[in-house]
T-cell receptor, first 114, second 110 residues
Framework: EPEVTQTPSHQVTQMGQEVILRCVPI?????FYWYRQILGQKVEFLVS????????KSEIFDDQFSVERPDGSNFTLKIRSTKLEDSAMYFC????????????FGDGTRLSIL | KNEVEQSPQNLTAQEGEFITINCSYS?????LHWLQQHPGGGIVSLFM???GKKKHGRLIATINIQEKHSSLHITASHPRDSAVYIC????????????FGEGTQLTVNP
C-alpha cells in the first residue's frame, strides 16, 4: 500500500538555525498538510497546500514557516531561525482530490532544538 | 473554531473487554476521523465517517450528527490494541484542516 514518507526521522538543530523537513506524499494525492505535536500535547494543524499554493494556515504558521513543492514529488516545510519551542514531532499528510477523503500520515520527523 | 473533546483520557482494560471511547465536537463538520497513534509516534487513520456507523474487524465507529458526538468501540480487546486513539474533526469544506482531540491512552493488559 502506498505511504507518505518523511525524512529525516529525527533532526537536531541549534537554536537560530534554519531547518527543512521533507515529505513525499502519496503520488496521486493532491492535498498536502503539515501538523505538529509538541511532546505531551495534542496534534495541531499548521498548513494545507493545494494546486501549488497554501489553501489554509493556522495562527501558528507565521512568517517563520514556509512550505514548498519544489518538484512533482516532494513537499517541504522550512522553519527559519528556529526557537526552543519549535521542538516537536512534525507530521506530513496527504489526501486525494475527491473531497472528504481520509488523510494519510507519514511517521513524522522529531525536531529537537538545542 | 471547533473544539474536540475526548473521554476518557486514560483507559485500562483486561484482555477481552469491550471498550468505548467518546468524542464530542462543537461545530458542524464534513467528517469525523478516528486515528491511532503508536508509541513511536506514527499516526494511522482508522475511520472517517460523516453519518451512521462503520466497522472494520473488531473496531466500530459511530456518529450522531445532531448531537455532535462519536464513539469508537473495540470488541474483544487485545494487548496489541494498546495505543493512543485520537478523534479529529474535519472542517466543513473539502480538504480542510483536522482539529484533533487530546487522545485516549488505551492499555489492554493480558
Amino acid at each position: 500500500e502506498p505511504e507518505v514518507t518523511q525524512t529525516p526521522s529525527h533532526q537536531v538543530t541549534q537554536m537560530g538555525q534554519e531547518v527543512i523537513l521533507r515529505c513525499v506524499p502519496i503520488s496521486n494525492h493532491l492535498y498536502f498538510y503539515w501538523y505538529r505535536q509538541i511532546l505531551g500535547q495534542k496534534v495541531e494543524f499548521l498548513v494545507s497546500f493545494y494546486n501549488n499554493e497554501i489553501s489554509e494556515k493556522s495562527e501558528i504558521f507565521d512568517d517563520q514557516f514556509s512550505v514548498e513543492r519544489p518538484d512533482g514529488s516532494n513537499f517541504t516545510l522550512k522553519i527559519r531561525s528556529t526557537k526552543l519551542e519549535d521542538s516537536a514531532m512534525y507530521f506530513c499528510a496527504s489526501s486525494p482530490d475527491r473531497g472528504y477523503q481520509p488523510q494519510h500520515f507519514g511517521d513524522g520527523t522529531r525536531l529537537s532544538i538545542l | 473554531k471547533n473544539e474536540v473533546e475526548q473521554s476518557p483520557q486514560n483507559l485500562t482494560a483486561q484482555e477481552g473487554e469491550f471498550i468505548t471511547i467518546n468524542c464530542s465536537y462543537s461545530v458542524g463538520i464534513s467528517a469525523l476521523h478516528w486515528l491511532q497513534q503508536h508509541p513511536g509516534g506514527g499516526i494511522v487513520s482508522l475511520f472517517m465517517l460523516s453519518s451512521g456507523k462503520k466497522k472494520h474487524g473488531r473496531l466500530i465507529a459511530t456518529i450522531n450528527i445532531q448531537e455532535k458526538h462519536s464513539s469508537l468501540h473495540i470488541t474483544a480487546s487485545h494487548p496489541r490494541d494498546s495505543a493512543v486513539y485520537i478523534c479529529a474533526a474535519g472542517g466543513e469544506t473539502s480538504g480542510s484542516r483536522l482539529t484533533f482531540g487530546e487522545g485516549t491512552q488505551l492499555t489492554v493488559n493480558p
